[in-house]
């Protein structure tokens, strides 16, 4: 454990220096990004708002002829309660349905807010719903722990800036205590009426795999679930999720960009109108998205290890600088070694990996050729 301990204070002090430079410009950076989550009910057209800022995740209200939908539903019931009053001081018509972009919490934890006793209302999903989540992992326990880290649940409100696509504190008031489940399903589209408006929705893997978009071609606006955020995708979650199909997830995005779509609602950060913006977000991010996947796969093929084909993989210039593509939340690196592992699982193809030193004996080996401890010490002092 010593060992472990002091080659670790090592690596502290040798990266001081840079932490220390980069810090300022990197808070300045994420400090800005809190206007992405100013509490707003946001009016997209005359028949669209969007909440944004009042949890971890947007949800949406389109009014119909005779009533509205619902497009997912936040995380904390508290948090949709308020939203709901906000809603209703804009129009008094029933919900007529909701929709569920994809199975997360944050996206389905609040629905009986919007819904109350109506047990008449839509509750559309994909098939497949909520399989590969969470909940349903007989690794749960661990999983929830490191979703806790990943999103700095336990930090000091004063400790946190925001979470790249969310407010740093959301709300834990009842979370996903009002979560409904689908009385309605579908495999790979539904085109139906609700509320006298047409929806089209369309499956999309990639964040989830049981992930939909929706467009209404009457409004001229698409919601994206979780595929499209401003920030750079999570192509692989941290905390540890089933394989993103990031293959996939372009192609969806690509999707997307066929539809004449004036106004983009993400499932986070706020919405995206005209339909110039649109489309280049769209084209950009598909391409983002591919280029990561195509480089990952190419190197992979030239046969090159984890780590060699981590550092080969970038963006392209025109990418790179485009504002909806900085890694805010997801990183290249972190989607590269997820296409790598998913393809030939752990083994990298070094032998030298197949039996790696425990960390321990590692350390001590490497304190011994820095000269012992008494010298690393003297250095760190």
Do not use: C
């Amino acid at each position: 454990m010593k060992t472990q301990i002091y080659i670790s204070i090592l690596a502290i002090f040798m990266l001081a220096t840079t932490a220390d430079a980069q810090e300022t410009e990197a808070t300045r950076i994420l400090k800005a990004r809190n206007s992405e989550f100013i509490k707003e009910i946001i009016q997209v057209n005359e028949h669209v708002y969007v909440a944004v800022g009042y949890d971890g995740s947007n949800t949406s209200m389109i009014i119909g002829e005779n009533g509205v939908v619902i497009i997912d539903a936040l995380r904390a019931l508290g948090a949709a309660e308020t939203v709901a009053e906000e809603f209703w001081k804009i129009t008094a018509k029933p919900v007529k349905a909701v929709i569920y972009t994809h199975g997360h919490l944050d996206h389905t934890g609040g629905t009986s807010a919007f819904v109350g006793n109506n047990k008449d209302v839509k509750i559309i999903a994909r098939a497949g719903f909520k399989d590969e989540l969470q909940e349903n992992s007989p690794v749960e326990p661990i999983l929830k722990q490191r979703n806790a880290r990943q999103f700095g649940r336990d930090l000091p409100a004063e400790d946190v800036i925001n979470r790249g696509v969310a407010p740093g504190n959301t709300s834990t008031d009842r979370a996903g205590k009002g979560y409904i489940k689908p009385n309605m399903t579908f495999q790979d589209s539904l085109h139906t009426s609700l509320a006298g408006v047409d929806f089209e929705l369309y499956a999309a893997d990639g964040e989830t795999n049981d992930q939909l978009f929706v467009w209404v071609p009457s409004l001229g606006s698409l919601w994206t679930g979780d595929n499209y955020y401003k920030s750079f995708p999570n192509l692989y979650a941290i905390r540890g999720s089933q394989y993103r199909d990031v293959k996939s997830w372009g192609e969806s995005i690509q999707k997307m960009g066929t539809f004449p779509v004036r106004h983009l609602v993400p499932g986070h950060t706020r919405p995206v109108s005209g339909q110039s913006l649109v489309h280049q977000s769209l084209n950009n991010y598909a391409a983002a998205i591919l280029s990561v996947y195509e480089q990952t796969i190419d190197a992979m093929n030239k046969g090159y290890t984890l780590q060699q084909t981590v550092d080969s993989v970038k963006l392209a210039d025109s990418l790179k600088d485009q504002p909806n593509l900085r890694e805010f939340y997801g990183s290249v690196p972190w989607g590269v070694r997820s296409i790598f592992l998913h393809y030939v699982g752990w083994f990298d193809g070094n032998p030298t990996n197949l039996y790696p030193l425990a960390a321990s004996q590692e350390a001590k080996y490497i304190i011994e050729l820095a000269g012992g401890e008494k010298k690393m010490f003297d250095e760190v002092n």
